[in-house]
């Protein structure tokens, strides 16, 4: 068994940044990751309003601080298979497949989130040949195409935006009248003349043989049934929290996000959180970074207070 | 070429060669984009696991994608990256389109390729 004083599970941009000030802390510190690292900053095209770096593109603003926390000494894996943990004890274990067992005082889960799908079972038959949770992957094969795309926050009208630079057409699919985007996002959306827009809808199905070629949805007030006839589709819906692992922990809210105080703590002593797995209104990659910190700095007083 | 630490297949020649060997082998053929990276970072992690197939990837744009992977009927209608090709004694056994998961891959390899 290989000691740790804390171990961070997620290697986005919160446990990152609790990495990064844990290792400096001289703290023995492992980050533990079930994908690769950088998290959902990676789906991001360009982060324009993280301060400091000027316009970067998500994949090198994840390698820089993955590259800042092993400069300090701590310890990274990616794609790692926890099959077993213990949470509860004083010390706090992982078995990781092909890695070994891990152990620490303290642990900080910053999981993050993962796109929402629709949960509709067309929705998985088109995965890879029309559906897509990814405009800057795989928005040029639709180059000439009629797309849509379902959802109504920033992501969904600012890669609309984004996708009218290959598609034909692009139609908003969104459920209600109005969007929760910024202003801004909304105007520049409503003023591309390759969008077009279907609200108050329900959407109920995909069409097609083996490609894509219809999202079917229905208004929600008078029931009229829709068929837009679209070869690629690109869901927007925001996220949900990567929390799957710790189903039926006390700690979890009815979403399944992490209820924490102020200092990152959960009710479990030791395990704190960080990031978009936490209950909380704002997700940025600001207020993750600002979690990290203070889930680093609150995990190395309890460690000092109680070992 | 990918930066990646997986063997790039980077030739028709080679493509082939592989092919006729009639050795196991698995081709994820994408960019260095976001649904692509986890999957390339999944098949250098399960590489040692797996001695007996060869992991590989192939740029996308490139000129032997477009001949290769990207010309196979069961690509046919792929519109996500990776595409993600497994071959087993010159055959075509398992394709994907769009990220997959370390445990989705190593379902394919233990169900398709043993």
Redesign the interface.
């Known amino acids: 068994m290989e000691n740790f004083d804390v171990i961070v599970l997620g290697a986005g941009a919160a446990g990152l940044t609790a990495g990064i000030y844990l290792s400096r802390s001289r703290m023995k510190t492992l980050i533990l990751d ?3 690292v950088g998290g959902q900053i ?2 991001t095209h360009k982060v324009a309003n993280y301060p400091g770096t000027g316009e970067i593109s ?2 090198d603003l994840a390698l820089n601080m993955k590259d800042q926390a092993r400069e300090f000494g701590c310890k990274i894996i ?2 790692a ?1 926890i099959i077993k943990m213990d949470l509860n004890s004083d010390i706090k274990t992982f078995e990781v497949d ?1 890695e070994g067992i891990f152990s620490s005082k303290a642990v900080i889960i910053a999981t993050g989130g993962k796109p929402r799908e629709l949960g509709l079972e067309s929705e998985k038959k088109f ?6 949770w ?1 405009a ?3 928005g040029d ?2 180059t000439g195409k009629d797309i849509a795309v379902i959802g109504g926050g920033n992501s969904a009208l600012e890669e609309a935006v984004e996708l009218t630079k290959y598609a034909n057409h692009v139609t908003i699919i969104h459920e209600f009248d109005h969007f929760q985007a910024y202003p801004w996002a909304v105007e520049e959306a409503r003023n591309n003349n390759k969008i077009s827009f279907l609200m108050e809808q329900t959407v109920t199905g995909f069409t097609g043989d ?3 070629s219809g999202v079917r949805s229905t208004h929600k007030i008078t029931g009229e049934e829709t068929v837009t006839p679209v ?2 589709t690109f869901i927007f819906i925001g996220y949900i929290p990567n929390t799957e692992a710790f189903h039926g922990a006390s700690f979890l809210n009815d979403r399944g996000e992490i209820i924490t105080d102020e200092s990152m703590s959960t009710n479990v002593p030791g395990l704190f959180a960080a990031g978009d797995v936490r209950q909380k209104r704002y997700r940025q990659i600001t207020t993750a970074v600002s979690d990290g910190t203070i889930a680093a700095l609150s995990s190395i007083n309890y460690i000092h207070s109680k070992h | 070429m990918l930066r990646t630490n997986l063997p790039h297949l980077e030739s028709i020649d080679d493509f082939k060669t592989m092919l006729e060997s009639g050795k196991k082998f698995a081709v994820v053929c994408g960019r260095m984009g976001p649904m692509c990276i986890p999957v390339y970072d999944a098949m250098e992690n399960l590489q040692p696991k797996y001695e007996d197939i060869k992991l590989m990837d192939m740029n996308f744009d490139g000129p032997t994608a477009a001949k290769t992977i990207r010309a196979l009927p069961e690509t046919r209608n792929f519109n996500g990256l990776p595409f993600t090709v497994y071959f087993n004694e010159g055959k075509v056994v398992a394709a994907t389109s769009s990220i997959q998961t370390k445990a989705q891959i190593k379902e394919i390899l233990n169900s398709k390729m043993q």
């Open positions: 079930t994908g690769v990676n789906l998500g994949r990616s794609q298979d092909d995965k890879g040949t029309g559906i897509s990814c800057t992957c795989d094969f639709f083996e490609k894509l070869e690629g």
